[in-house]
């Protein structure tokens, strides 16, 4: 039983590369999320997508973009890495609606050099 | 004021002792709230739901109090393994799905 899966687990990037990080969970939910944590900031909202076909920004979404690519994935693309945007990256995802709470991914630690 | 808030701690602790974490939050629309518990260096994970009435998972006490807009946790006979960070989550209303999370109480158990 999987649940939330995130690819890498650890990337190190220089400044003005991309990449794209990727999740995928196997419970059938509907709604999905991208979260990154920095120290003392805790975790902030990139975007998110609470149904297929459907995505919106979150707090933090500059310099960010999202793919909803069936129900079960959704990425997170990084188009020009910036130092600013090293962090550990959350996916997660959960059933939809407000009773609901998020099962995470692992996590993504990303260092922008 | 930020929209949710937590004592970042660390609350240190004697195993068996009793601990109390609360949660601020800023809006009065805010409409369900959770606690998660995140270890160093791994992904949180969904703890417990806070409901109006109170709820209770064996040690562990989740109540609201909206007329002063906080949450609290209560850890009954804290165990070694009950290091960790607790996270408060809350739904801002208005429909979205979304969750707003406070950056965390740190608890440490000691021996």
């Known amino acids: 039983n999987a649940g939330v899966t995130q690819t890498p687990k650890f990337q190190v990037l220089k400044t003005g590369q991309s990449m794209t990080l990727q999740c995928a969970q196997d419970?059938?939910?509907?709604?999905m999320y991208w979260y990154r944590q920095d120290p003392g900031m805790g975790l902030r909202l990139i975007y998110y997508?609470?149904?297929?076909?459907?995505?919106d920004k979150g707090e933090v979404p500059n310099g960010y973009n999202v793919s909803r690519l069936n129900k079960r994935e959704f990425s997170l693309r990084l188009e020009s890495a910036a130092p600013s945007q090293t962090s550990v990256y959350f996916c997660?995802?959960?059933?939809?609606?407000?009773?609901?709470?998020?099962?995470f991914g692992s996590g993504t630690r990303l260092t922008v050099v | 004021r930020k929209e949710v808030e937590q004592d970042p701690g660390p609350f240190n602790v004697p195993e068996g002792a009793t601990v109390a974490f609360n949660c601020t939050y800023s809006?009065?629309?805010?409409?369900?709230f959770f606690w998660y518990r995140q270890d160093c260096r791994k992904e949180p994970k969904l703890l417990m739901s806070v409901y109006s009435s109170g709820n209770e998972d064996g040690r562990f006490t989740a109540q609201l109090n909206r007329a002063s807009q906080y949450i609290s946790l209560l850890i009954r006979d804290s165990k070694l393994s009950d290091s960790a960070t607790y996270l408060c989550a809350v739904n801002p209303g208005s429909g979205t799905y979304k969750y707003i999370f406070g950056t965390g109480t740190r608890l440490k158990v000691l021996a």
């Open positions: 997660a995802s959960s059933e939809g609606g407000v009773d609901y709470g998020y099962t």
């Open positions: 997508s609470a149904s297929e076909g459907t995505t």
């Open positions: 809006n009065s629309a805010s409409q369900s």
């Open positions: 419970m059938n939910h509907n709604s």
